[in-house]
């Protein structure tokens, strides 16, 4: 099955930056088929103590379109290595409403345009855990 495996969280005062990976590895016998990670958006998400999960950023299958949601637009940059299978998420200015749980995820769909909605996305890694001191 589907692996993402997040990694670069840690505990950064305000204003600082911090860059997380998400590495994606195996297959399904459905949609994840070998080679599948180029073919799909890539998401990533949060969940703050308390809160519901939400929409961070997303970056498509070639890395030509991004899409963020307002609070962090500015600060922090999705991009993608296709020949690595990994998905980074570059944060700076970081503040302490950024403090949450950072998943990265796949969308059910290849070459879809998914942003927003967790339930699009069809798997998750365990999250990272990014706090932000003030």
């Known amino acids: 099955q589907v692996q993402l495996v997040e990694s670069g969280g840690g505990l950064v005062q305000a204003g600082g930056s911090l860059r997380l990976s998400c590495v994606a590895s195996?297959?399904?016998?459905?949609?994840?088929?070998m080679g599948w990670f180029r073919q799909y958006t890539m998401g990533w998400f949060r969940q703050a103590p308390g809160?519901?999960?939400?929409?961070?950023?997303?970056?498509?299958?070639?890395?030509?379109?991004?899409y963020y949601t307002d609070s962090v637009k500015g600060r922090f940059s999705i991009s993608r290595d296709n020949a690595k299978n990994t998905v980074y998420l570059q944060m700076n200015t970081l503040k302490p409403e950024d403090t949450a749980v950072y998943y990265c995820?796949?969308?059910?769909?290849?070459?879809?345009?998914?942003?927003?909605?967790?339930?699009?996305?069809?798997?998750w890694g365990q999250g990272t855990q990014v706090t932000v001191s003030s």
């Open positions: 995820a796949v969308p059910h769909a290849a070459y879809s345009v998914t942003k927003g909605k967790p339930d699009e996305y069809g798997h």
């Open positions: 195996g297959r399904t016998s459905g949609n994840y088929t």
């Open positions: 809160a519901e999960r939400e929409f961070v950023a997303a970056i498509t299958w070639g890395g030509g379109t991004t």
